[in-house]
């Protein structure tokens, strides 16, 4: 098998250390900058086939960083993030990030993370996010999705979507465990006319979680980020 | 003086305080002469030099060398301040500068020439005033004054030397300084010097100088130099002996008579001015304190505009003499002024001598207000002061702005289109009632017609006042005699006893119409009072209202603007000690002029003596401790400021403002104090929490890792957990500190600043179960939300924050099952959180608001880790909403926390969704 690439972009040793023990125990060959500048030349230079960065860095901001490598890479980028403000967050997801950790973080959070966002590739959309899921059938809790029939069952039994809420669902299945902006579920579900319209997206999640939820007001697949997004936890 | 008496304490503390005031006062030092040419410049020049030789820092302000060489030699040495360019109407004139004098603070400075008058639009009109400033600076002056610039002595050299100045110093300066030097000259000697070209004369005035060095004149003014110089002298002699005196313990004669004081009456004649001199010179020599009163009599007020202005001028003169002024109304002068005099404890009035040129007397009062006071206080003595040749120019500013308003003040009485008017109406009167009248001829008796006649003469008198109600009394005389006494319609008279009749007829008609009248003036005196004290009352009424600072500049601009009309504004301090200036000020308000009067505590502008040429008059607001502040008023008209009650009037609503102020300013300072206190008390409570709440965990950790060390490999699992339980709580506890500190500091700015967007409830309630899991553990949540739940606008992060918060608190303190429950009304979303546990602690029942205060815990001494600060966050996230958080104990046991949020209706999804939503229903 061949070996896999990680870059940590992290200023405390103390969190470097556990990131890279945690990555190098699943067989990842760990790389280590310690400010925005190493970063940015180790990204040029390693190739990491993983970023995981932290936003708070002493000579910049995290953001731009992740602006830079978007221009030239694909590459799945995981944020870390001390501060619990929301809109850092969606800043960094917006300008390409893939994912995010709020500090602190648990080992098992980490790895979970790293598989989800490895699980599928990037497509080179606008939103950066993946648009086509590599299998056709797809299944989360007792629920089914079979792309080539355009049908979803649960439990057995199929489900009426409407166009719109399928178109959706989709997008959550292709990005399945990665966390998805309001702004980028918006633009690929309405088109980028409605890129501010969240209470759009507050109705047909609803519906979605009417449909395939056991407890919609409890739900255990169609998880809402606060002040985020959303994620489809499989 | 032979009587011996006790030291006055008031007379000590008086010189007390004359002390203090000096040490930080410069000291004025004025060359004294009889005339132009005794030499005062030179003299002054040389005791310059000398200083300058003893190495004292001395300074040239300003100095006229009148091109004279022996007096330009002495200049050479010293240094000169450069005089201030100002332009005035196209020319360029060279002034004084005082704010460049200020700046530099010599010592000693040289200012000649005190009684001149500044360019217009200088800071003071008159150059004594620069001086007074200067001193109050603590800068020492040294200045020269002629003795016909004197104001009080002013009549008295003109009447002697035909000559009259109109540049004039008020005598407190004279009386005030603390050195005067007369320079002196024999009058042989000052002819001689005219005839060798060596006194200067201005060019204006070369004819009149050959009339005013005759030497006779000059003998004069140099027997009442020398004899002003003498009283000065006298005063230093007075006050050098109540020192010593108090210094030895010893006894003092009676240097002043506290009691006798003196009251000149202004009047409506043009000597007045020199009544008030008389009066002041004569105070001065008996060193008693004096009033001058202005008694305002029916016949008075329709005096025209001009002559009013007049006379107001005239008090203002007294007021500068040093006399305390006031407006006396009633019916006839004599007992006013009588009773005014007993009132203020005077023993002598001085009356303007009657004037005898061109009238006739009024036969009933003839015999004078001198001889009626003589009768109605036998105890006053009354000094009849003589008039001078001419009367005394108003100062300048004022007249020019009387006289610029009275073409525009129509509706002041006694004008000539006034009096046509008033004869019109009387002819009118008289009219009516004939017309009335004649109809009823043959039914009434004549004696009835008269009384018809009568109530005429009454209405015109209601109306109009005496002079129009008498000519309606003639009027109706006349009438009454050509159309109902026989034989009719001819002034002839059959019956003779009819003479009579007209003669009480038009007696009681003159007599009714003065009584009306004058009782018409009553009542509008006591209205303009009455008007007055209600001002005041509505004004401190509000003022004790009003709790901030704004409000007091509010109210207080408006009572002032309601009571004078115009403009006002109220400026108050900032905490920096400057004027806080309002965005809006109003054209015509002058910065620099409000700092002044703040900075100076003395009014300026419109009607004062500094900056007369403003449209303004600015009024430090001086509350007990301090200036707090400056009020600004342009009023409707000027002339009211001149009116002493209105001035009055001013300051008085200037004091209230003031003392306005200052309480609100103490008030803001004892909240502050609570405020401190608080917040201290806040402090200590979160420092005591967190380092028992952080210190325990802490510990944990700290025992768990030294435990993992040793711990046998099969046990390390569960240690490992109990770490990660510890640190997890750490967390916690970290997060709500930092969020309450999030919440706070936007609090102190302005409220949380909230991204609200329209939510879900199911969807956050939810996110929230999700988030609190950790804490809740096994325990179940039940949720309680209809399917029809609106969508409603927040802030989904906060929110959740609040909801984990009482999730949290139910796990806590809690037992199953817990339940979340929402539901909806038109404009409230009401969010439940309650448990089955023991409810809320006995401690906290009735006072379940005091659960939202920080560091508040419901058992104040529990196991149960946190600070006490999940409630206070909720509260905080919920008011910043603009809603509202309670807590109660619920049915059936438990505690129930209620959150209302208030909701308008979510906007509309577009149409297609609608139709693809019915479509799919499933």
Known sequence: MQIRTVLVVEDEPQIRRFVRSALEAEGWQVHEAGTLREGLSAAGTRQPDLLVLDLGLPDGDGVDLIRDVRGWSAVPIIVLSARTDEAEKIAALDAGADDYLTKPFGTGELLARVRANLRRPRAATGNGLAMEAVEPAFHFGDVEVDRSARLVRKAGVEVHLTPTEYRMLMVLVANAGRVITQKQLLREVWGPMRSDQSHYLRIYMGHLRQKLEADPAQPRHLLTESGVGYRLAA | ?922
């Open chain 2, 1 to 922: 003086m032979t009587d011996i008496q006790r030291p006055d304490p008031d007379a000590l503390i008086a010189q007390l305080r004359a002390q203090e005031a000096q040490t930080q006062r410069g000291k004025l030092r004025i060359y004294f002469g009889a005339n132009a040419g005794v030499g005062k410049t030179w003299a002054m020049l040389s005791a310059a030099q000398r200083e300058r030789r003893d190495g004292h820092d001395i300074l040239i302000g300003v100095v006229e060398t009148h091109g004279r060489a022996e007096t330009a030699a002495l200049v050479a040495g010293l240094e000169s301040l450069p005089l201030r360019a100002v332009e005035y109407r196209g020319r360029r004139l060279s002034e004084f500068d005082l704010d460049a004098a200020l700046a530099r603070k010599p010592a000693i400075l040289l200012v000649d020439e005190l009684a001149h008058s500044n360019v217009q639009g200088s800071r003071h009109a008159k150059r004594w005033q620069d001086v007074q400033e200067l001193l109050a600076a603590g800068i020492d002056v040294w200045t020269a004054l002629n003795v016909q610039h004197l104001e009080s002595l002013n009549g008295t050299v003109g009447a002697i030397t035909g000559v009259r100045v109109h540049e004039t110093v008020p005598d407190t300066v004279l009386d005030d300084a603390d050195e005067v030097v007369l320079v002196d000259a024999t009058p042989d000697e000052l002819i001689a010097r005219l005839g060798a070209g060596k006194v200067y004369v201005p060019q204006q005035a070369e004819r009149a100088a050959q009339s005013f060095f005759r030497k006779g004149n000059l003998i004069a003014l140099r027997e009442i130099a020398l004899r002003r110089t003498a009283e000065h002298v006298e005063d230093d002699v007075l006050g050098w002996r109540v020192e010593q005196s108090g210094a030895s313990g010893g006894r003092v004669a009676a240097a002043w008579n506290t009691s006798g004081s003196l009251l000149a009456c202004v009047g409506p004649h043009e000597d007045a001015a020199q009544t008030v001199r008389t009066a002041a010179r004569l105070a001065g020599q008996l060193n008693v304190k004096w009033h001058a009163a202005y008694v305002e009599t029916p016949r008075l007020q329709r005096l025209d505009a001009a002559r009013r202005d007049r006379i107001l001028a005239v008090l203002q003169l007294a007021q500068e003499l040093g006399a305390e002024t006031a407006v006396l109304t009633g019916d006839r002068v004599a007992p006013a002024l009588a009773a005014q005099a007993l009132h203020l404890n005077c023993a002598t009035l001085v009356l303007g001598r009657p004037a005898m040129r061109g009238g006739w007397r009024w036969p009933l009062t003839g015999k004078g207000t001198a001889r009626e006071l003589a009768e109605l206080a036998p105890s006053l003595d009354i000094v009849e002061a003589a008039h001078a040749g001419s009367s005394r120019r108003l100062p300048q500013a004022l007249w020019n702005r009387s006289v610029g308003l009275d073409a525009e003040d129509a509706g002041e009485p006694g004008t000539g289109h006034h009096r046509w008017r008033g004869f019109l109406w009387a002819l009118g009167a008289s009219i009516a009632v004939t017309v009335l009248a004649t109809p009823l001829h043959g039914l009434l008796e004549l004696t009835n017609i008269v009384m018809l006649y009568l109530v005429g003469v009454v209405a015109v008198a209601i109306r109009l006042g005496r002079v129009p109600a008498a000519m309606a009394a003639l009027l109706n005389v006349l009438a009454f005699d050509f159309f109902f006494v026989s034989p009719r319609m001819s002034f002839a008279v059959s019956d003779v006893q009819y003479i009579v009749t007209f003669a009480v007829m038009l007696g009681v008609g003159l007599l009714v119409g003065q009584l009306t009248a004058g009782l018409r003036f009553a009542a509008g005196v006591s209205i303009s009072r009455e008007r007055r004290a209600q001002s005041l009352f509505e004004l401190a009424r509000e003022l004790s209202a009003a709790l901030e600072t704004s409000q007091v500049i509010e109210i207080g601009a408006a009572a002032v603007q309601g009571h004078f009309g115009g403009r006002a504004v109220v400026v108050a301090m900032d905490a920096s000690d400057g004027l806080h200036y309002p965005a809006d000020l109003p054209t015509g308000f002058d910065k620099s002029v409000a700092d002044w009067t703040l900075r100076q505590g003395q009014s300026a502008g419109l009607a004062t003596s500094t900056l007369a040429a403003q449209a303004w008059r600015y009024v430090p607001l001086k509350a007990p401790m301090r200036v707090r502040g400056v009020l600004a008023l342009e009023p409707a008209h000027p002339r009211w400021l001149l009116i002493p009650e209105q001035a009055q009037q001013l300051d008085t609503l200037a004091r209230q403002i003031a003392i306005a102020l200052e309480r609100v300013h103490y008030v803001n300072i004892a909240q502050q104090a609570v405020v401190d206190m608080e917040s201290e008390r806040l402090r200590n409570a979160l420092l005591g929490a967190v380092s028992h709440d952080v210190r325990t965990p802490l510990t944990a950790l700290i025992t768990l890792a030294e435990s993992l060390q040793s711990a046998p490999p099969q046990e390390t699992g569960t240690v490992a957990q109990a770490i990660v339980r510890q640190a997890h709580q750490l967390n916690a506890l970290v997060s709500n500190l930092l969020d309450m500190a999030r919440l706070e500091s936007d609090v102190s700015g302005q409220s949380v600043r909230l991204r609200r967007d329209w939510q879900s409830v199911e969807e956050v309630v939810g996110s929230a179960i999700r988030a609190a899991k950790p804490a809740l553990g096994d325990m179940p949540v039940r949720t309680e939300l209809p399917a029809d739940l609106p969508l409603v606008e927040f802030d989904p992060v906060l929110i959740e924050r609040v909801l984990v918060n009482l999730l949290e608190n139910a796990a806590k303190y809690g037992a199953p099952p817990v339940v979340v429950a929402a539901s909806t009304t038109d404009n409230m979303l009401v969010l439940k959180v309650r448990d089955l546990g023991p409810g809320l602690p006995a401690s906290v029942r009735g006072k379940e608001h005091t659960l939202f205060e920080k560091f508040t815990r419901g058992q104040t001494e529990s196991a149960t880790p946190g600070v006490g600060l999940g409630l206070a966050i909720c509260k905080a996230v919920v008011q910043a909403h603009g809603g509202a958080i309670s807590a109660a104990s619920a049915e059936g046991g438990g505690a129930e926390f209620t959150v209302t949020l208030a909701r308008r209706e979510p906007p509309p999804v577009p149409g297609f969704d609608d139709v693809e939503r019915g479509v799919s229903a499933p």
